[in-house]
């Protein structure tokens, strides 16, 4: 059974920066399309970055320049680097896959297959 795990999420300074992981127990994500999508207190999901199979990125405008998402050398698991935390960015993060083996595109819309329980980042002065 496929399932994902995301952790790093903690309480943050403006200005700091966090590394989430997100990893697939068993699995290889090699063919997988993954995404991180955030909800804010009070606010809908939002799509915030993804990958495609062949290593292309989106993010959101809110996040450019600041977040990088990257697959990890362990083929199971994903990564969001978060820089210069702002309290905008305090949500629940969630990673989730979808098979896409042959688009070198991602999207940042919800339509994913699996999704992981979620880790809170806060950040707060």
């Known amino acids: 059974q496929l399932f994902l795990v995301e952790s790093g999420g903690g309480l943050m300074q403006p200005g700091e920066s966090l590394r989430l992981s997100c990893v697939a127990p068993?699995?290889?994500?090699?063919?997988?399309?993954i995404g991180w999508f955030r909800r804010a207190p009070g606010k809908e999901r939002e799509g915030v970055s993804c990958?495609?199979?062949?290593?292309?990125?989106n993010y959101a405008e809110p996040v450019k320049g600041r977040f990088r998402i990257s697959r990890g050398n362990a083929k199971n698991t994903v990564y969001l680097q978060m820089n210069d935390l702002k309290p905008d960015d305090t949500a629940v993060f969630y990673c989730?896959?979808?098979?896409?083996?042959?688009?070198?595109?991602?999207?940042?819309?919800?339509?994913?297959?699996?999704w992981g329980q979620g880790t809170q980042v806060t950040v707060s002065s």
């Open positions: 989730a896959i979808k098979w896409n083996p042959r688009s070198p595109i991602c999207s940042m819309q919800p339509s994913y297959a699996y």
């Open positions: 068993g699995q290889i994500l090699d063919s997988y399309m």
């Open positions: 990958i495609s199979v062949t290593g292309g990125t």
